[in-house]
C-alpha cells in the first residue's frame, strides 16, 4: 500500500548539484598554500558566508571578502571564482525522479544558499523547474538546521511532518528534520538516496 507521503523536499548543494571533479579546487587551494578542505572552510563556513546564507550581505560581497583575505588581484578573481566551481555537476537520475513525482506529491527545495542561487538554477544549472516550491535561505533569513525553515517548508507546501521527506547530505539538518517527525533521510550517493525513498513511497 502506498504510504501517504505528499512532499519530497531536496537539499541543493551536496544533493541536486555536487562537485564531482575536485581537481580544479584542490589545485586552487594549493596556489595559496591550503588544501581544498581549508578553502571549502573559508568559501561556506566563514563569518561573511553565514551572513551570505541568511541574506545578510551579497554573495559578491562575500566573494570579496574572500578573495581579500587570500590577497588576490583584482583582475585574477573571476577565474579563481570559475575554478572554485568548475566540477560542479547537476545530478540528472535525481532531477528525473523529482519530475516523475511532480502530479503526484508536491516537489520541494530547500537550500541554505547566499544571494543569487534562484538565478543560477534558473540558468546556469537549469533545474528549478524540477520543484513546485523553492525556499533559499536568504530569502526568508533562516537557514537549516534551525527548526523554523522546515516549519516554513512544510507550510508552504501544505503538509504535516509525517507526510514529508527530506534529502539533505548534512547530517545536522537531517537530524533537525527528523526531531519534527519528518521522514529525513541522509544523501550518500544517488542509489542509496533513490532506494531510501522509493521505500517510503511505493
Known amino acids: 500500500m502506498e504510504k501517504d507521503i505528499k512532499a519530497i523536499i531536496f537539499d541543493m548543494g551536496g544533493v541536486i548539484l555536487r562537485t564531482e571533479d575536485k581537481s580544479s579546487r584542490t589545485a586552487l587551494a594549493q596556489r595559496f598554500g591550503l588544501t581544498r578542505g581549508e578553502i571549502e572552510d573559508l568559501v561556506f563556513n566563514s563569518p561573511s558566508a553565514i551572513a551570505a546564507t541568511v541574506g545578510q550581505i551579497g554573495e559578491r560581497e562575500h566573494w570579496q571578502i574572500v578573495w581579500d ?13 570559475a575554478a572554485f566551481w568548475d566540477g560542479d555537476v547537476l545530478d540528472g537520475d535525481l532531477l528525473d525522479f523529482l519530475r516523475s513525482q511532480q502530479g503526484k506529491r508536491t516537489t520541494a527545495l530547500l537550500s541554505n544558499a547566499w544571494p543569487g542561487a534562484r538565478d543560477a538554477l534558473t540558468y546556469h544549472y537549469p533545474c528549478i ?6 525556499v533559499f535561505s536568504y530569502e526568508v533569513k533562516l537557514a537549516k538546521p ?3 525553515i522546515y516549519r516554513l517548508i512544510l507550510d508552504r507546501v501544505g503538509v ?24 529525513a533521510i541522509r544523501f550518500l550517493n544517488t542509489t542509496q538516496a533513490l532506494s531510501e525513498i522509493r521505500s517510503l513511497i511505493e
Do not use: T, Y
Request: net charge negative.
Open 146 to 148: 534551525d527548526p523554523a
Open 129 to 134: 523547474d524540477a520543484f513546485d516550491v523553492s
Open 69 to 81: 583575505s587570500l590577497k588576490v588581484a583584482e583582475e585574477e578573481r573571476p577565474a579563481c571564482e
Open 160 to 183: 504535516q511532518p509525517q507526510q514529508a521527506i527530506f534529502l539533505d547530505d548534512n547530517i545536522d539538518n537531517i537530524a533537525s528534520a527528523g526531531k519534527m517527525g519528518i521522514h
